[in-house]
């Protein structure tokens, strides 16, 4: 994901930021945050009018990363609203952690909307909400590969605020370089890195050079295999159902299996944990009556924590699709619809980052992923929570449960102590995501 923040005369400065990476079959992303800066009177206040931070926010851990968790669903509902792409897969952890980052360097309105939206805590700092997260490379066995990578590429003419450069290198441990920006040497020193730490998955998050002042990567990288993998002597083509331009057929997996189960009103969820635990992929059906949209609106308004905590073991068949999907887009105009505005607007908020006295804002935030599901393995995100509004939670199921993921679907990557979203998407169209036959 990468975030660029640009000068308001459009002399601009760029943060890039790429976070996220997911690999086996691979979930890649990156993210870019553009900063900028502002010579002239400060725009009107595009948050003018929205609600201040809660001042008495719960401290602990798991009621922070509930509250990113539902903000990373309800990121997912405004991206399916727009309808501009039929299958979406971001990553809500890389999203998060990215803020996470401006959070660190900006005060006022744009801090308190963070706070308030995204769940980090003005008091005991945000780097809380994401430690499950950020602990799990170290904690997950050796069979499962997570690893988070972080550099700072200032141009020469940059002057961070030390209190911010120390923050961020105590934070987030990233490699810092000194560059001239606005070259192409710059944008393919760049590309290389991304590239380096995305196993070659993403090789173009930069497609022009960056402007100054600042250009922030990260990069997450997961590697991991079903600790029941799928036969690929039952692979079987099977229709599925879309919700535009009629069926299609799809190669389904199916296999047999005693896994975390849930069943509600509005939907089926299964959990299919990685070989050697620490992480699990969360697949959620809707049912016919609901469809994806109902459910994921009820879902942005509910308990992760509670959802996950619902689940119980019991035996079935899963028919679950082969496939491969990538995403590339803009968050502004879904983060602003959230209520995140402050900081797309210029402001001497972020004095906390730069030592320049002008006004900074943020000029656009970009994601881009790549996952892969097969019989192997998978990295991909869904959301599910299970205090859903109009839906009754049903007894364990007592017989075997069939899911067959013949409809559009969402699909999560989760922290399986925790129940931090690391990634999360729907699958609408498998005509536009197949993935081709071993």
């Not at 002597?233 to 299996?257: A, H, Y």
């Amino acid at each position: 994901m990468r975030f660029t923040i640009q000068y308001f005369d459009r002399k601009a400065s760029r943060i890039v930021r790429l976070i996220n990476l997911l690999r086996f079959p691979p979930l890649l992303g990156g993210l870019i945050l553009s900063f900028g800066l502002n010579n002239c009177p400060a725009a009107p206040d595009g948050a003018e009018g929205l609600r201040r931070a809660q001042s008495s926010r719960l401290p602990q851990v798991e009621t922070d990363a509930d509250h990113t968790n539902v903000f990373g669903i309800s990121l997912l509902v405004k991206l399916m609203t727009d309808g501009s792409q039929e299958n979406i897969v971001i990553s809500p952890f890389s999203l998060e952690l990215a803020l996470d980052m401006v959070y660190a360097g900006c005060s006022g309105t744009s801090a308190d909307e963070l706070s308030r939206i995204v769940g980090f805590s003005p008091k005991t700092g945000s780097q809380e909400v994401l430690f499950p997260g950020m602990k799990l490379s170290s904690a997950l066995p050796p069979s499962i590969t997570l690893k988070v990578a972080n550099s700072l590429w200032c141009d020469r003419s940059a002057k961070l605020q030390p209190t911010f450069e120390a923050k961020v290198k105590d934070l987030f441990n990233p490699e810092v370089k000194s560059v001239d920006l606005e070259t192409a040497e710059t944008m393919r020193a760049i590309n290389d890195w991304v590239a380096k730490a995305t196993e070659n998955r993403i090789t173009d998050l930069i497609q022009q050079p960056p402007k100054p002042p600042l250009v922030l990567i990260d990069g997450v990288y997961f590697k991991g295999a079903w600790e029941h993998p799928f036969s690929a002597t039952q692979d079987s083509p099977t229709q599925f159902n879309r919700e535009r331009g009629g069926p299609c057929q799809v190669t389904m997996m199916k296999r047999s299996l005693s896994a975390p189960y849930l069943e509600t009103d509005d939907f089926q969820a299964v959990k299919l944990p990685y070989n050697g635990g620490g992480l699990e992929m969360l697949l959620v059906l809707p049912a016919k009556a609901a469809g994806l949209s109902t459910v994921l609106q009820r879902l942005s308004r509910g308990s992760w924590n509670q959802t996950i905590d619902k689940f119980s073991e019991a035996s079935g068949t899963i028919s679950l699709p082969r496939f491969k999907a990538t995403f590339r887009d803009s968050l502004v105009s879904p983060l602003t619809q959230l209520g995140i505005r402050a900081i797309f607007e210029p402001s001497k908020d972020f004095a906390p980052m730069f030592e320049d006295t002008r006004k900074f804002y943020v000029s656009n935030i970009i994601q881009q992923t790549y996952l892969r599901v097969d019989e192997n393995g998978s990295e991909a995100a869904a959301a599910t929570e299970v205090q859903i509004e109009a839906s009754v939670m049903r007894a364990p199921a007592k017989k075997p449960f069939n899911l067959v993921f013949d409809r559009p679907f969402l699909f999560a990557i989760i922290d399986d102590q925790s129940g931090q979203l690391i990634f999360a998407g729907v699958l609408r169209d498998p005509d536009q995501a197949k993935l081709a036959t071993k």
